[in-house]
């Protein structure tokens, strides 16, 4: 199983950002996909699901009307675009599949909002 992130930049408040997870190793289009996000000094925080078949989504209250989770099972890949980005969004952003109880995670790409 390998997740990669990508998309990570440094963007002022205000601004968007689209990250991009490249899956493989699996049968993509069989699970569910999530984002998380892990800021300094916090725990690593639940930002977005989305169903096998990107039927269902859902957000934490923090990103709800800003963020948007998406995948396409043709490329297997799953994004997160990321609207009115706050101070407060800044932190690693992962990608995780959970396969027969096992967690699986990407190596992470940071999000930096900042003036």
């Known amino acids: 199983v390998q997740l990669v992130e990508s998309g990570g930049d440094l963007v002022q408040p205000g601004r968007s950002l689209r990250l991009s997870c490249a899956a493989s190793?699996?049968?993509?289009?069989?699970?569910?996909m999530l984002w998380y996000r892990q800021a300094p000094g916090k725990g690593r925080e639940l930002v977005a699901v989305i169903s096998s078949t990107g039927d269902y989504k859902n957000y934490a209250d923090s990103v709800k009307g800003r963020f948007t989770i998406s995948r396409n099972n043709v490329k297997n890949m799953v994004a997160l675009q990321m609207n009115s980005l706050k101070p407060e969004d800044t932190a690693v952003y992962y990608c995780?599949?959970?396969?027969?109880?096992?967690?699986?995670w990407g190596q992470g790409t940071q999000v930096t909002v900042s003036s």
């Open positions: 995780n599949v959970r396969l027969d109880f096992v967690d699986y």
């Open positions: 190793g699996f049968t993509f289009s069989n699970y569910q």
